[in-house]
């Protein structure tokens, strides 16, 4: 399979639900501090701008924290949640639109020994949004980094997902969002479909 990262175009040419679907599949890379690690994309959730209650940019809120969201599309939105996990949004659409696809899961195909060591447990677990920027080394001082950059970004690896092998349900951990709560936003891979 041949590896091509995603253009700049790629972002900024479709909103973040058509990119929370699109983003499947894809390899996501990170070479931090000299390590190498690769994890297939296989579950995304899509925060769609001022208009979603879910979103950081709700009613065009503005912040310090949010800022990024409001880039043109390719670059990296990190953010700490409960101080804690560090959370790996890609940022999409063009500049002033506030859409992200939260990255919620991979599937490790690159690198599990130094995604191991940096989760520092005996099994290799990727399957949240925390764990999985543990693993890849994504932290909140990479908020901002370029997509298209040497650091982080992403990959089509060929690896297809059709549309009937992908699973679509409402967001975690947003009930305070009320109605945008149920919105079928968050997208996986079937697990029978991962390699």
């Not at 945008?180 to 697990?191: E, I, N, S, T, W």
Request: aromatic residues 6%; charged residues 25%.
């Amino acid at each position: 399979m041949s590896a091509r990262p995603l253009p700049v175009s790629f972002y900024r040419d479709r909103d973040a639900l058509q990119a929370a679907r699109d983003l499947l599949g894809h390899a996501l890379v990170t070479t931090i501090d000299g390590i190498r690690t690769v994890g297939l994309i296989t579950e995304t959730e899509a925060y769609m701008g001022t208009d979603d209650r879910a979103s950081h940019a709700f009613g065009g809120r503005r912040t310090p924290r949010n800022e990024m969201m409001y880039a043109a599309g390719g670059v990296a939105y990190v953010y700490l949640c409960y101080g804690i996990h560090h959370l790996f949004n890609v940022v999409v659409h063009k500049k002033d639109v506030p859409h992200a696809v939260l990255i919620c899961a991979i599937h490790p195909i690159d690198g599990k020994p130094d995604m191991l060591e940096r989760r520092r447990l005996k099994k290799l677990t990727t399957g949240g949004p925390g764990t999985l920027t543990q693993a890849l080394g994504i932290r909140t001082h990479h908020n901002g980094e370029a997509l298209t950059g040497e650091r982080i970004w992403i990959e089509d690896v060929g690896f297809a997902v059709p549309e009937d092998r992908i699973i679509t349900g409402p967001r975690v951990g947003v009930e305070y969002a009320g109605d945008d709560a149920l919105l079928p936003y968050r997208l996986r891979v079937a697990p029978s479909h991962l390699p």
